[in-house]
């Protein structure tokens, strides 16, 4: 059985823990899916640390 494309929400969602719980779910079907949504989810991951970063310099400029 193919695994289900809705599983692309779990890493978009919850970051890098999302695509922990992809990756564990479809290991023994799709290894290559499965690799990309862990990518996915710790690119996501990344993403919203450097906004998060961002968005704090901004807030205080004088920090560094």
Same mark, same amino acid.
């Given at each position: 059985?193919? @695994?289900? #494309?809705?599983l692309i &929400? !779990?890493? =978009?969602l919850f970051?890098? *823990? #999302?695509? +922990? *719980?992809? !990756? &564990? %779910?479809?290991?023994?079907? /799709?290894? /290559? $899916?499965?690799?990309?949504?862990? %990518?996915?989810? #710790?690119g996501v991951?990344? $993403?919203? =640390?450097?906004? *998060? *970063? =961002? +968005? &704090?310099?901004?807030? !205080? @400029? /004088? &920090?560094?």
């Amino acid at each position: 059985m193919k @695994p289900n #494309g809705l599983l692309i &929400f !779990y890493p =978009v969602l919850f970051g890098l *823990i #999302g695509g +922990i *719980i992809a !990756y &564990f %779910r479809i290991i023994n079907k /799709d290894k /290559d $899916l499965a690799t990309a949504l862990l %990518r996915i989810g #710790g690119g996501v991951t990344a $993403l919203w =640390v450097v906004v *998060i *970063i =961002v +968005i &704090f310099l901004i807030s !205080y @400029p /004088d &920090f560094i």
